[in-house]
T-cell receptor, first 115, second 115 residues
Framework: AQSVTQLDSQVPVFEEAPVELRCNYSSSVSVYLFWYVQYPNQGLQLLLKYLSGSTLVKGINGFEAEFNKSQTSFHLRKPSVHISDTAEYFCAVSAPNFGNEKLTFGTGTRLTIIP | DGGITQSPKYLFRKEGQNVTLSCEQNLNHDAMYWYRQDPGQGLRLIYYSQIVNDFQKGDIAEGYSVSREKKESFPLTVTSAQKNPTAFYLC??????????????FGPGTRLTVL
């Protein structure tokens, strides 16, 4: 079975500063990795995903993430944040052999942008 | 516009009562899912359905029931057997089951409060 650890439950960042949200995973097989964003009182929306190929993945809203197999990490980054980036961010993992139902989520990181 | 609708947005229930949460999608997706979200715990899978008239238990199915009589509908019933039902419930769908690389699309959620 796979698992996901998001090391920071809350991250405050000043507007226009860079941000990195950390995600580490554990799995005995190869994985697919996802980042979702949840704005207050809403559902989740896909930011980006890594399936294979280039380890640097670009997503929506200027976010990107880098898959690092040796460190079992998939950290999310943005070079300059905006007030509208205030939300909760979830890292998720699935394994090719198990099917879509085995999407395992981390506990989330709440990103707060300080004006 | 295609998407997932959940109703109601807020729901209040007295202890000992069953309540049904609605989830409808017009994306023509085969697979549908129900998640429960609690603060600091991420999303946990309650039930999922890969095809009409078929569904499987997720990680926390006790005290819940579902049906999948139509492709576009996947209602969730929270029964009186669920010991701690107060939570935010999210419905999701994906184009097909069995493909763990597929993005899941989420509805806006229903916040259930037991009084």
């Amino acid at each position: 079975a796979q698992s996901v650890t998001q090391l920071d439950s809350q991250v405050p960042v000043f507007e226009e500063a860079p941000v990195e949200l950390r995600c580490n995973y554990s799995s005995s097989v190869s994985v697919y990795l996802f980042w979702y964003v949840q704005y207050p009182n809403q559902g989740l929306q896909l930011l980006l995903k890594y399936l294979s190929g280039s380890t640097l993945v670009k997503g929506i809203n200027g976010f990107e993430a880098e898959f690092n197999k040796s460190q079992t990490s998939f950290h999310l980054r943005k070079p300059s944040v905006h007030i509208s980036d205030t939300a909760e961010y979830f890292c998720a993992v699935s394994a090719p052999n198990f099917g879509n139902e085995k999407l395992t989520f981390g506990t989330g990181t709440r990103l707060t942008i300080i004006p | 516009d295609g998407g997932i609708t959940q109703s109601p947005k807020y729901l209040f229930r007295k202890e000992g009562q069953n309540v049904t949460l609605s989830c409808e999608q017009n994306l023509n997706h085969d697979a549908m899912y129900w998640y429960r979200q609690d603060p600091g715990q991420g999303l946990r899978l309650i039930y999922y359905s890969q095809i009409v008239n078929d569904f499987q238990k997720g990680d926390i199915a006790e005290g819940y029931s579902v049906s999948r009589e139509k492709k576009e509908s996947f209602p969730l019933t929270v029964t009186s057997a669920q010991k701690n039902p107060t939570a935010f419930y999210l419905c999701a769908s994906s184009i097909e089951a069995g493909g763990s690389y597929n993005e899941q699309f989420f509805g806006p959620g229903t916040r259930l409060t037991v009084l």
